[in-house]
């Protein structure tokens, strides 16, 4: 077998080794087992003779081995053709597996002091898949060549053959023949020869060219000097024919097989010019071999053709020095259209040659706007495309950026008379392309091409109504068949918390699990939690409950909003390190996520999901504050009916003033912020025309909720964050002192045995933790300290909400700002209530 893979091997001329094909071989599952025909082995024998240096020598040594009935040549055959061509994993060696761990080896048991590293190398080990599959998008995105090019060896002809050149030679060439003593008259005939042979690139005996040291550079000649003055003068007048000629010939040799569609359409249109020119010269000699022409008719015949001439050379030299493709060659063509107003004939040719170059780049134009695809290969045209076919091979953050990068347009290939349209132009085949992507056919009847011309309403108009069409399909396609407007309420009910019920119902159920430190948390029994509390609350009427997830952030929503503020400034480094930060609970990480699905997720995207999260995040934390506040009212009831009530007065104050300033802010941003722009933002999609617009509307609604629920100004949130928390250790503390207060009452009931005062005042030092470090201090100075430090947050955020409602001029913020300042006033009357004695009729429902 060895023998036989040798001399397979040999006749391919490839650099493979025996011993590798044997391997592969040996090793493949199907050997031995699935028979390969002598049809299929021919047909890969077919395929293999396309990959050897000499396909002829290897398809005879094939046939002689199939004539000597060689056994396991199809298999061999099969695997040199997979190694060589078919499959790219055969080209890699076998990678080495490390053997498994055995599950009781100590050296290889997790501790919980391993998991940070473990989730660091995760998280990092994701990062660097993410760039990974970004870098391979990007690499095929400067691919200009397809595939296949490598394939191809393509001659060099111009330097191997020189003289199938339509173009004088690159070598000079000297002077051969001498007019001395030469008549006047036969001088005219043979330089009209002459000029004949130059006019079409051919140098001749007495009129010679010289080497050109640039691409474009007009060509000079050498006229013998034993001709007459007279006739060399007039020679001199018609020779920047023949040099023009050469600079359009070198244009024309120039341009490859890579040049575009473009070029390749105006090398065509001159080519068409240029046969009238060769049918001219062509004329011009049968006059002269028939003895009718002189040097002034060829003069006068020549003259007409010679501006025709100076209008090609001029067009490809501006092409040709600034190397252009594409659109950009349209937009000199165009320009040089519109400035020969004057000029009729130069204006024809020049209209000529537009007209004719637009047409490849018109055609994709039509596909673009009537069928919403592009078919660009050599990367000419205004809408470029990414190259990433379908929308399930994008990765997770690309996806949300697929509106804006999946097809964006270059400014560089937008040909002038096209520049107005061409915001028009993308969006049109944008539509068009998610329609197609939805698995809709695109039906139009009445789909008009587009053609060149100097007026622009003559294909403004065809765009104008492309346009119409694709962004009407579009905007139906998603409101009555996808249900936008229903996606939308179903993210407002559990994101901006409008489904009430449900929110309480899953508060309660997850309150355990999310009190944990967030590497404790578990968090499929948070899944199972929510869908248990979508199936029992009014949320199980909601079509779309099935796509709600739970997710638990790295970080608390201070840190995430000054990452995300932060972003393009100085501190920008600072945030982007992991700095060692405290555990953080479920409550400050937790956050709902949605499944959205195509094309609503053009709509609900990955970023509008992350602005809803943040909403999300500060509303259910207050939300928390407010349901901690509400237990400790219901301890203060119980302690209300204490004898000495009287002593706790001050903690019921600070409970209530703390209370109505959490619902004060949650009444704030759910009615006076979110629920005024929900209703605008659904009052303007009923007007909208296109997806666009619905972008625009949903972004603006999204920003103006971030902005005046305090979350995008980084001194508002931290002084919120500071006062919020504020309340959550009162809370924490009020709960460690309630034990105290039962015992002390019980005390008071025993009689004068313990004095249940003295007992208040002398608390054991470790049940103060959270409000002293030092010296064991009483109740009433705890609760006085927290009353310091709630009041200096609550003047803090006032100043604060009052300088940006002066220099933003905000309404809204205004209004939060009268209502903490009532809330700053009602506590001294509540204070002042607490010490004439009527403290015991304050409730909730009071407040």
């Not at 397809?146 to 199938?164: A, G, R, T, V």
């Not at 020779?239 to 097989?257: G, Q």
């Not at 009444?667 to 617009?693: A, G, K, R, T």
């Amino acid at each position: 077998m060895q023998s036989t893979i040798k001399e397979i091997l040999d006749s391919l001329g490839c650099n493979l080794e025996v011993d590798t094909v044997s391997n592969y071989l040996l090793n493949d599952p199907n050997y031995g087992i699935n028979a390969i025909s002598n049809k299929q082995a021919n047909e890969y024998a077919q395929r293999l003779a396309l990959k050897a240096s000499n396909s002829k020598v290897f398809l005879k040594k094939y046939e002689e081995l199939r004539n000597r009935n060689v056994e396991n040549l199809s298999n061999i055959i099969v695997i040199c053709y997979k190694l060589l061509c078919d499959d790219k994993k055969f080209k890699t060696s076998k990678p080495k597996v490390a053997p498994k761990p055995a599950i009781g080896d100590n050296k290889h048991q997790i501790t919980k002091d391993d998991l940070p590293q473990i989730k660091d190398k995760l998280l990092k080990a994701v990062d660097e898949s993410k760039k990974l599959v970004m870098k391979s998008f990007e690499e095929k995105e400067v691919k200009l060549m397809p595939n296949w090019y490598n394939s191809l060896d393509l001659p060099n002809w111009q330097k191997e053959h020189p003289f199938m050149s339509w173009d004088f030679p690159k070598e000079p060439l000297p002077i051969v023949a001498s007019l001395a003593g030469i008549p006047v008259l036969s001088q005219e005939n043979i330089i009209i020869d002459e000029l004949l042979y130059v006019f079409t690139g051919v140098p001749g005996n007495y009129i010679v060219h010289k080497p050109v040291k640039e691409m474009y550079e007009p060509r000079q000649f050498i006229i013998s000097d034993d001709l007459d003055d007279a006739l060399k003068q007039i020679v001199q007048q018609m020779l920047p024919v023949a040099s023009n000629y050469s600079i359009v010939r070198r244009f024309i040799e120039n341009c490859d097989m890579w040049s575009g569609q473009v070029l390749h359409a105006l090398v065509a249109a001159i080519e068409i010019l240029l046969k009238d020119y060769y049918t001219m010269i062509a004329q011009l000699e049968t006059e002269h071999m028939t003895g009718g022409l002189t040097l002034q008719k060829l003069w006068y015949f020549v003259l007409p053709t010679m501006h025709t001439m100076q209008v090609l050379a001029s067009i490809v030299t501006n092409i040709g020095k600034s190397e252009l493709r594409g659109g950009a060659v349209l937009t000199v063509l165009h320009e040089k259209t519109s400035t020969l107003m004057g000029d009729a004939r130069a204006q024809e040719i020049a209209l000529f040659l537009t007209e004719r170059a637009c047409r490849p780049y018109l055609d994709i134009l039509d596909r673009w706007i009537h069928k919403g695809s592009v078919n660009d290969p050599f990367h000419e045209f205004m809408i470029e495309d990414n190259e990433l076919i379908n929308k399930e091979e994008l990765p997770l953050d690309y996806s949300a950026d697929y509106w804006e990068k999946r097809y964006s347009s270059q400014r560089d290939r937008v040909p002038k008379f096209l520049d107005k349209f061409t915001d028009i132009i993308l969006r049109t085949g944008k539509y068009l392309n998610v329609i197609s992507q939805c698995g809709k056919s695109i039906t139009k009847t009445n789909t008009e091409e587009i053609k060149y011309s100097l007026r622009e309403q003559n294909y403004g108009a065809i765009i104008q109504r492309a346009y119409s069409y694709a962004s009407k399909s579009l905007l139906e396609l998603l409101l009555k068949e996808y249900d936008l407007m229903g996606r939308l309420k179903s993210v407002k009910n559990y994101f901006l918390m409008s489904q009430g019920d449900f929110i309480v119902q899953f508060m309660d159920a997850t309150e355990q699990e999310l009190s944990k430190k967030i590497d404790d948390i578990i968090p499929s029994k948070l899944e199972s939690l929510l869908g248990l509390c979508l199936r029992l609350s009014s949320a199980r009427h909601d079509p779309y409950n099935e796509d709600m997830r739970v997710e638990l952030s790295p970080y608390d929503l201070q840190f995430q909003m000054f990452k995300i503020l932060s972003i393009e400034t100085e501190e920008e480094n600072e945030y982007k390190q992991n700095k060692d930060c405290p555990p953080l609970t479920g409550i400050e990480t937790f956050s709902f996520g949605m499944e959205v699905k195509w094309p609503v997720s053009l709509i609900i995207n990955h970023k509008a999901i992350a602005c809803y999260q943040m909403i999300f995040r500060h509303l259910f934390f207050c939300k928390h504050v407010e349901r901690l506040l509400c237990r400790v009212w219901l301890y203060n009831k119980v302690v209300k009916r204490f004898s000495e009530a009287r002593l706790y007065a001050d903690a019921f104050a600070l409970r209530q003033r703390m209370l109505s300033c959490v619902q004060h802010l949650q009444y704030y941003m759910c009615m006076e912020v979110i629920e005024p722009s929900w209703c605008h933002l659904i009052q303007s999609l009923d007007s909208v025309n296109n997806v666009d617009e619905v972008l625009e509307r949903h972004n603006d609604f999204l920003e103006s909720c971030l902005g005046d629920c305090m979350l995008t100004s980084p001194q508002l949130l931290k002084a919120f964050t500071t006062l919020l928390l504020v309340c959550v250790q009162f809370c924490t503390f009020i709960q460690e002192m309630h034990k105290y207060f039962v015992d002390a009452e019980l005390n008071s009931m025993l009689g004068t045995t313990y004095d249940n005062t003295d007992y208040i005042e002398n608390i054991p030092e470790n049940t103060c933790g959270t409000t002293s470090s030092g010296s064991a201090d009483s109740f009433s100075q705890s609760v006085s300290r927290y009353g310091l430090r709630f009041t200096a947050g609550l003047l803090s955020v006032l100043a604060i909400i009052e300088r940006m409602a002066r220099d933003n001029n905000t309404n809204k913020l205004l209004n939060i700002s009268a209502r903490l300042k009532f809330n700053t006033y009602y506590a001294k009357q509540l204070e002042k209530f607490c010490a004439d004695g009527k403290f015991l009729c304050v409730d909730m429902r009071a407040t």
